[in-house]
């Protein structure tokens, strides 16, 4: 049963009978005593009601059940949930957009909410087919993420690159993303690097670092 039908036959015939029905065994209960007739028209109109509330919920759970599937399938593509950190140890992603969570005066940083990332990286690579969500779990790499974007570091002939590099010992509670600006096409450069030693090399040497996350010691 549609929505649609079930919307008419509760709303547009059930109601309206169960009334009727109702208001007749209410004067056939107040004069003979009997009320069958009366509870029969109460739950017509429970009925109807039943019918009516389907018609109404059925488009708010298919919304649901569509909300959870696409979410999921986000969730694949996102780093730290369908795909694991350690998956894209030693890849190079070229970065798509940066989405901030987080706001920045000089050298401060404060997070828009203490249980989320700082901000989300939409990445992509040769090695994978769609383009990935990254999350930026700590302050350090949302700051110099901040800055290739918002201190114009990225020329127009340029593009950032990231890494995931964690600490040896402290994994992710270090700052573990690399970032890396360098030519126009460099992420599709080192990702031939194999089959095209030179080209990479070239490549690296006009690429700069603009965090390592090693330098966390330093500050």
Known sequence: ???????????????????????G?????LFGHAWTVLW?????????????????????FRLSTGM????????QNVVGQGIRWQEIQ???????????NASVDGD???????????GMLKVESPGYEDALVMPILHRLDFFHVWRCFNDCEVGTDEELMVAYDPHKRWGKKMPHLALM???????????RSSSAPQAATDAFKS?????????????
């Open 181 to 191: 600006i360098g030519p126009k096409g460099a992420t599709e450069v080192f990702s």
């Open 25 to 29: 065994g209410f004067l056939i209960g």
């Open 1 to 23: 049963m549609t929505p649609k039908t079930a919307y008419m036959l509760g709303v547009a015939f059930g109601l309206p009978l169960g009334a009727v029905v109702a208001v």
């Open 108 to 118: 401060k940083v404060t997070a828009t909410s203490r249980f989320e990332p700082y």
């Open 40 to 60: 029969i028209g109460v739950s017509i109109m429970g009925l109807s009601i039943l019918l009516a509330m389907y018609s109404m919920l059925v488009p708010v």
């Open 90 to 100: 030693g890849a190079i992603f070229r970065v798509l957009s940066f989405t901030p």
């Open 68 to 75: 959870k599937l696409m979410t999921q399938q986000m969730a």
């Open 207 to 219: 690429t700069r670092f603009y965090w390592k996350p090693e330098r966390a010691w330093e500050r």
